[in-house]
Every structure is written in C-alpha cells, then in structure tokens.
C-alpha cells in the first residue's frame, strides 16, 4: 500500500506505517503468550559503591524471554503493555521473579543486605500496591528497607493524588524511591521538594557526554551533573549514576563525589545465575577488592 491523502480524507496506510501497526500486534500475542507461557525474566545489573566497588544494590530490568525470536528488551514491550493495559500483570510478574532473586542473591555471603532497585509504570500506581508489595516481601522475607522503587518524572507529572498517596505509603513502609533519569524529559527540581525522593539517577546521557571527545561538551556536561548532584545531596538524596562504560567516565565521576553508579563497565544486566556465579567468584577471599562486579 502506498500513503495518499485521498480526496475525501481517506489515508491508505504506506508500508512503514503497516510495518509498525503489524509489529504491535505480534508484540501484543509475545505478551500474551508470554504471561501465559512464563516468558518474562528479570535481568539483574549491580549497583556499586564508586569509592570502593562494592555491591550496593541490583536493578531488576524486564525482558520477554521468545523460545524462537531471543530476547526482547523493554523498549519493545513497555509501551505496548501500557497501552493494552497489560503493564500491571507484567509488573506484578517481573516482580515477584525479582523478589525471588533478591531471596538468592542474599544467600550468598555479603549480600544479604543489598537492595533491589525495581522499575514501576505510572500505571502501575494504584491505590493497591503499597500493601501487596508489603505482602510479597513479607511472603520473601525481604525488609522494604531493601527495595528501591524507581519511578520517572511520569509518574510525578500525572499530578493525581493516589501517587502522592502510593509514593507516601511505600516510603512509610520503609522502601525507597529513586527518580530514574533524572535530568532528561520535563525534569522539575520541584518534585525533589514534593514528593519523598531518596535517590536521583543521573541519566546515562550525562555519563557519556562526560567524556565526550569535544571539551565543549565535557565541560558543560561536568557543570551540569556537579549541578545535579550538589542539589541532590542539599535534598537528602543519594545520587547513582547510570551507564558507565569506560574507566574513564568512572574517575570522572568518582571524583565529582557521585557515590554510586552502574553501566557495562561494571556489569551488563545478567540473567540470575550468571550474576550469582559472578558474584560468587567476587566474595573470595583472595579475590580483587575494587570494582567487585568487574570484566
Ligand atoms: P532504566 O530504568 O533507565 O534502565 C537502565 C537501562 O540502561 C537498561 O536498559 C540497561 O540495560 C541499560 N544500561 C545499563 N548499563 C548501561 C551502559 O553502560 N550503557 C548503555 N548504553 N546502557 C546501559 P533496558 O534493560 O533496555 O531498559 C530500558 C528501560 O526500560 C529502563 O530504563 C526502564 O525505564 C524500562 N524498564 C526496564 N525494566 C522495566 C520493568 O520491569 N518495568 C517497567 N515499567 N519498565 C522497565
Ligand atoms: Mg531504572
Ligand atoms: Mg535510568
Ligand atoms: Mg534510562
């Protein structure tokens, strides 16, 4: 088919447009199927100390597991989800399997105090969800203390009283909440005033201009995140930085005082048990101190 504005505003959709409307829908099957076939995993990156390498925390990130097509990422289901109102059944899915793998992450010696930072959907801020997360944990044995929820400014900007609500009930309950990409989109400074935010996660853009080849770029970015990070701090927040890839933009970083950040340097997102083998290899004894979750 070839686009056209017809003479009575009838538009025949061109192949691109046929393209993007026929990916969806297989998009939208893969979720279903996989909902109902457990195709959906968690992908687990750490979160380390700049300081001293050490593992803080881990970010649980979605992935749709297709037995013939590989790996999707979330960019490919997010939006979909959201739209076909699926997003809620997913979460609730991702994460109970990271709960369980925060359980066997702990197991192992030095971790049972590290965190679980999980991403949330605006939509999934329902009136419901401090409680059901308060039973999961207690169903896992997890102190809330040890969960991070990550929201963007989304969730802040829908302005709608229950997320205030959510976001008051789930800091009661002790867990944390990270604002994710911080310093892209219609990021306001107010909303570190408003609503309970522990830790900011400067956006993995500002980590690569860092060290950009231009020292126009490099300047302005370093101005801007030493911006970011001195407000953060002024507001109580503890700052991770995101997408660190070279050694370089780790001295940069560590140096501007940033206590925390995670990127392929450190670790790409791994499946459980290539974290735990890892991870396992890192607590012995005689094993590198810094940079714990290295190469
Ligand atoms: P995010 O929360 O900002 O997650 C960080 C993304 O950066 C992840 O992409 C991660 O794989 C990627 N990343 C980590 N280190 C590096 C690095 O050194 N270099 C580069 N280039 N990328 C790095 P991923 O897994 O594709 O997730 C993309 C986004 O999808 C996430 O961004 C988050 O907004 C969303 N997402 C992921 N999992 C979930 C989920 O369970 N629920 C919801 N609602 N959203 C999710
Ligand atoms: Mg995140
Ligand atoms: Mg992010
Ligand atoms: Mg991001």
């Not at 207690?138 to 969730?155: M, Q, W």
Request: charged share 25%; net charge negative; hydrophobic share 40%.
């Amino acid at each position: 088919a070839r686009k056209r504005g017809g003479k009575n505003g009838v538009q025949v959709f061109d192949n691109n447009m046929v393209d993007i409307a026929r990916r969806r829908l297989e998009v939208e099957q893969f979720i279903d199927q996989g909902l109902r076939e457990d195709w959906f995993t968690v992908h687990l990156q750490p979160i380390v100390g700049l300081a001293d390498g050490r593992v803080s925390g881990f970010e649980a990130l979605m992935r749709l597991s297709h037995p013939e097509r590989g790996i999707l990422p979330p960019a490919e289901i997010v939006g979909v989800a959201e739209e076909n109102g699926s997003i809620g059944r997913i979460g609730e899915r991702i994460l109970s399997k990271a709960l369980a793998s925060l359980a066997a992450i702990s197991r192992l010696e030095g971790m049972n105090e590290t965190y679980l930072a999980v991403n949330f959907s605006p939509l999934q801020f329902e009136a419901t969800l401090p409680a059901r997360l308060a039973a999961q944990l207690l169903e896992n044995g997890i102190t809330p203390s040890r969960i991070v929820v990550e929201i963007t400014e989304a969730v802040l900007m829908l302005d709608n009283p229950v997320v205030r609500e959510v976001l008051d009930a789930l800091s009661d309950l002790g867990c944390r909440i990270a604002l994710d990409d911080f310093g892209t989109g219609y990021s306001s400074l107010s909303y570190l005033n408003r609503f309970p935010v522990d830790i900011v996660k400067v956006d993995q853009s500002f980590t690569r201009s860092l060290s950009s080849e231009q020292p126009d770029v490099r300047r302005k970015s370093r101005m801007l995140v030493e911006g970011i990070r001195t407000i953060s701090h002024q507001m109580g927040c503890a700052v991770v930085a995101e997408g660190i890839e070279t050694e370089e933009q780790w001295n940069i970083l560590q140096n501007m005082h940033i206590e925390f950040g995670q990127g392929y340097l450190l670790s790409r997102p791994l499946p459980l048990d290539a974290l735990l083998e890892k991870l396992d290899q890192f607590a012995m004894p005689d094993s590198p101190g810094r940079r714990a979750a290295a190469s």
